[in-house]
């Protein structure tokens, strides 16, 4: 058998329940009260607005936004390509000198070795020229 405080007790719990269910319903109601409220003042207010405030609100809910988000995607894409570009640099910044030097060193090499050929009168000039150009 059941008792009567287990009874107590369950009814107390559906009473609660019950006062829930119906704050909730109460609630639901006005929200929609509310919104439907708020649609009429907005649609009124819509209908009252000069070309100015419209202007206004267009600027102010649609542009500035859309070109805030444009700025920080360009100013992202620039960061990108300055990392990138940095990168590179990093990669390749000894490289050039370090070519110059080798090339002038080798230039200078094979200079010496075109001094010390013996020719005739016709090859030394071509050697000499050769020189000229290596350097």
Do not use: H
């Amino acid at each position: 058998m059941i008792s009567k405080a287990t009874l107590d007790i369950d009814e107390l719990n559906i009473i609660k329940i019950n006062e829930k269910l119906k704050d909730y319903e109460n609630a639901k109601k006005s929200y929609n009260t509310y919104a439907k409220e708020l649609d009429i003042k907005s649609s009124k207010k819509q209908d009252e607005l000069n070309i100015d405030e419209i202007k206004t609100l267009l600027n102010t809910i649609w542009i500035e936004p859309i070109i805030s988000n444009l700025l920080d995607m360009f100013n992202v894409m620039c960061d990108e390509i300055a990392n990138k570009l940095r990168a590179l640099n990093d990669i390749y910044k000894d490289t050039l000198s370090e070519i110059e030097n080798d090339l002038k060193q080798s230039n200078a090499k094979v200079c010496e070795l075109l001094a010390e050929l013996d020719a005739d009168i016709n090859e030394q000039k071509a050697i000499n020229e050769l020189i000229k150009i290596l350097g």
